[in-house]
């Protein structure tokens, strides 16, 4: 049994607790896990019961980056060697936790920083975030008679977080669990702010059956709409290549919130397809 | 209910919440069509399914939402989703 027990309240099919029992098993039993507000939070703590195997503390939505930043202080000042971790969703960590975010990698503190991104506010009813693609329908992006979803693109936390010079940044995918563990291991070794990404597809808000959930965690990065890297110091240090690409069709077709796209803005599919193509450049994915 | 300072709690005391009483669908192994990798496991959100002395796997119905990832992902199709009959 993982660090991360059952009777969690998460929906059927999350990629969320696959993703969190991943990372435990990464980082082991000495580590102390700070979580925002959020899905994680509201499914794994409801009072008065907890489903966490390590010590784990709730902190407002904004500033989970600065709790575990007092936390590694704390335990540098008592000369204990833990592994102190963030584990937060896309809402807390891209837009409302982003200020704290940045002041824990720019004072450089030792902490491992892992968003689960499902791409939107999910425990409070599916709003957009700074983490919703390009033409997904969202409660506060819907799609309708003058509008085709979300009208920006995904915002990409992982170059900001490299920009601040900290020393690893990864993404990774809930299909690949082994990569997963592997990253965290990683990251626990060097010393310094470390900041992952996973992608955890959410049926409930991306409307899909929630036994595709690995499928659709793996066509993301088989599309190129979600790469799979590592940037080490500033330098792109490893990708995962994609042998044959495949059409974003395939990775949109299967999510209802991406269903409207396909009847009268097909134009906007060529826009998402076009991101995948740069994408694909810019990491060089293909091969 | 006695509030404990900083709303302390125990460590996972979820377990007390048998999930599975939300199930639809309920996930039958076949022994005789598994390959022992172990897949299903890795990726149980629930993480209930759990090893035998034999290398076999069994879901714990307690937990199980019967989401149906188990039976989309195992590579040997030894898992089926079959609508559960409740009283």
């Not at chain 1, 310094?192 to 990404?197: C, R, S, T």
Request: glycine share 10%.
């Amino acid at each position: 049994m993982s660090l991360f027990a059952q009777g969690h309240t998460a929906c059927a099919g999350c990629g969320m607790p696959i993703a969190v029992k991943l990372v435990l098993e990464g980082s082991g039993e000495n580590s102390i896990v700070v979580s925002p507000t959020g899905c994680l939070e509201v499914t794994s703590t409801r009072y008065p019961q907890s489903a966490w195997g390590v010590p784990w503390i709730h902190s407002l939505f904004e500033n989970a980056a600065a709790v575990a930043s007092g936390i590694e202080t704390a335990l540098k000042v008592k000369g204990k060697k833990v592994n102190v971790l963030v584990i937060g969703g896309d809402g807390a960590t891209v837009d409302i936790g982003v200020r704290a975010l940045s002041g824990m990698f720019e004072r450089g503190h030792n902490v491992t920083y892992i968003c689960y991104d499902n791409e939107a506010y999910m425990n409070t009813g599916v709003q957009r975030s700074g983490s919703t693609p390009y033409g997904a329908s969202a409660t506060t992006s819907p799609a309708g008679k003058l509008s085709f979803g979300e009208d920006r693109p995904k915002k990409d936390i992982p170059a900001i977080a490299a920009a601040h010079g900290i020393p690893y940044v990864a993404t990774a995918s809930v299909g690949y669990p082994k990569d997963i563990v592997k990253k965290v291991k990683k990251a626990q070794e060097i010393v310094g702010p470390k900041y992952i990404q996973i992608l955890t597809p959410c049926p409930t808000g991306w409307r899909f059956d929630g036994s595709k959930t690995i499928k659709l965690a793996k066509l993301a990065v088989e599309t190129a709409l979600f790469p799979v890297y590592e940037i080490e110091n500033g330098e792109i240090t490893k990708v995962k290549k994609i042998k044959e690409r495949k059409p974003v069709e395939e990775y949109l077709k299967l999510q209802g919130r991406f269903k409207h796209l396909f009847k009268k803005n097909k134009d906007r599919i060529e826009v998402i397809q076009k991101m995948a193509d740069s994408n694909a450049e810019k990491f060089g994915l293909d091969g | 209910m006695k509030l404990l300072p900083g709303g302390i709690v125990k460590p996972k005391t979820t377990v007390v919440n048998k999930t599975g009483a939300w199930r639809t669908f309920i996930p039958v192994f076949d022994e005789d069509k598994c390959k022992k990798c172990g897949i299903c496991e890795t990726f149980c959100p629930e993480d209930c399914i759990s090893i035998d002395e034999n290398e076999f796997r069994h879901p714990d119905y307690d937990f199980c939402k019967g989401c149906g990832i188990c039976a989309e992902e195992c590579p040997a199709d030894a898992i089926e989703m079959k609508y559960e009959e409740k009283e």
